[in-house]
């Protein structure tokens, strides 16, 4: 399990979406640290983008920072570069040890609501976008290496080149996964096949926190037998496999389902976990993340809104 987990960060999962300059303009973005609202329209239009995406707790994306900023010192005059931080189970001052442990120079940015991993089709960090000086698409990698770098040089030169195939989820199809959640009472745990192990170095506490409420969701969820349960796991490094061991290691007899593209995830603004959403027609009523006292979690879900 865990050496496919890795050989995933590593590997171009999908193909996303080609992508116009006025579909990525409005998606919402923090600059860092002053959180200040920002967006891809804000940057100069006649330069070609890369966008790299990152999390403090990947350890490739660690590995990657050193290459990242020397292409940022070779072409930084030419390129608009942006190291967009997933933001997910971060901390501003793990963010703010990783720009001062590699003298990252290049503006640093948040993706403080998912939306841009969402449209980028993100599937595993860390994640680099190329893009003409049109907003379209033309490599994504997970690596960060000389064929990244020969993209980048030729951008930066000026070349025209081939645009990067298509295959993103439509916005028919996010409402056709959203749909199940807008009528009705569902109780919602969102948490990541990963999380216990792959963060057990970098975020002990949560890692601990993930295992403790995977090991009492079944019993908890026994409690409340009437409503509708459903476990939800992050798409990123996640394949059916991944959910299956994940299902058999906790026993798990509630329903699980990978939030693929990471649609789930977006609307409900998931931005750490494992977290306990109840939700009423599409609405959230309560949101819980400490699972420690399973009687007050019960409470809980059972107050009346």
Known sequence: MRKIFYLLLCLVLVQPVIAKATDLQLVELRTFPSFTSV????LPK???????MWASWCKPC?????????????????????AVNIDFNEKPEEVSAVIERFGLTMPIWTDAKGQLALELGLVGTPYSVLMNNQ??????SHESDKVLGGFIERLAQGQNLPLASSDSVSVSEQNRLLAPYQRGEHYLFFSATWCDW????SRPKMAAQCKNAQQGLDSLAAK????????????LWTDDKALAEFNVKYE?????????????????????????LKVKDGKVLTEISDFTDSAAVIARLKKVH
């Open 224 to 235: 409340l037998p009437n409503v509708n349960w459903t476990g939800i796991v992050n798409h």
């Open 198 to 201: 792959y963060l057990a170095d």
């Open 39 to 42: 967006n891809l329209s804000t």
């Open 62 to 82: 660690m590995e990657q920072m050193p290459h990242f900023q020397s292409l940022y010192q070779r072409f930084g005059d030419k390129v608009n570069f942006i």
């Open 46 to 52: 006649d330069k070609p983008l890369y966008v790299k």
């Open 135 to 140: 907003g379209q698409q033309v490599y994504t």
């Open 252 to 276: 798990m007899k509630l329903p699980f389902k990978i939030d693929h593209n990471g649609v789930l995830f977006q609307q409900f603004n998931i931005r750490k976990i494992p977290v306990l």
